[in-house]
């Protein structure tokens, strides 16, 4: 493996400050990640402050670990055919803190994280030999292969006496959200109230065009989980 980051960072004695890092990882056999993240730091009065953490990551790899099929005619690879298939994905994710005081006993704290992330794989392949780096791609280098729905109809031996499997196709799509929100009250000296908002969503349906504009304009697509809670804390002066 080798990588490489390089980041900058604004003035920190500004009102407000930013930051970018971009990175990239290669592997050993031709995969790779790329990614850019920045910081948005707003402190531009007493009463709020804001955090904004963006983050974009590509990953390529050539061989992605999908499925092993035992098979005793598989006798290179021990009794066990190795799936394996090239991956594309896509991640993205946004943090953000809010923080506001309507006084100095009434404060605001919110925090929100969105993400959202594709993989697309690409056609099966099985690994041919220990100790190496070798595959064959179905259909092409061996055997058969036939798509239907969601999976791979894989004969290995194109009709010989191999048995015949299925392969899924593992592409994904995710999109999540995830919200709390915490009002304080100290409505008396030691003595604090606290309302609490916690939302989560998340949104699995596969995307056949993945991009990160359209997947994170769906995220509301899915159904919200909430939770309210409510705690109080008394000081007793004894």
Do not use: C
């Not at 004695?13 to 990239?24: A, D, E, F, H």
């Not at 969105?114 to 099985?126: H, I, M, N, R, S």
């Not at 999109?175 to 003595?191: D, I, K, T």
């Not at 993945?210 to 159904?223: E, M, R």
Request: charged share 20%.
């Amino acid at each position: 493996h080798r990588s490489l980051e390089a980041s900058w960072s604004s003035d920190a004695r500004k009102q407000i400050i930013g930051g970018l890092t971009l990175s990239t990882l290669e592997e050993d056999f031709g995969g790779h990640t790329r990614g850019v993240a920045a910081t948005f730091d707003f402190q531009v009065s007493r009463r709020w402050s804001l955090f904004l953490s963006p983050r974009v990551d590509w990953t390529r790899r050539d061989a992605q670990y999908v499925d092993t099929i035992s098979d005793p005619l598989a006798t290179g690879t021990f009794g066990r055919r190795h799936i394996f298939a090239p991956l594309e994905q896509t991640e993205a994710s946004l943090e953000a803190r809010l923080n506001y005081g309507f006084s100095a006993n009434l404060t605001l704290e919110l925090y929100t994280q969105g993400l959202v992330a594709g993989g697309d794989y690409g056609a099966p392949k099985e690994f041919l030999q220990p100790r190496g780096y070798r595959f064959a791609t179905y259909g092409s280098d061996l055997g058969t292969i036939s798509r239907s729905g969601a999976s791979y109809a894989v004969d290995p031996d194109g009709g010989g006496p191999a048995q015949a499997f299925d392969v899924e196709d593992l592409s994904f799509t995710s999109r999540s959200l995830r919200v709390n929100a915490v009002l304080r009250w100290e409505f008396r000296p030691g003595s604090t109230l606290y309302a609490v908002w916690q939302q989560e969503r998340l949104n699995p349906l596969l995307m056949e065009n993945f991009s990160v504009s359209n997947a994170t304009s769906s995220i509301f697509d899915a159904k919200s989980r909430n939770v309210f809670a409510v705690k109080m804390s008394y000081w007793f002066n004894l």
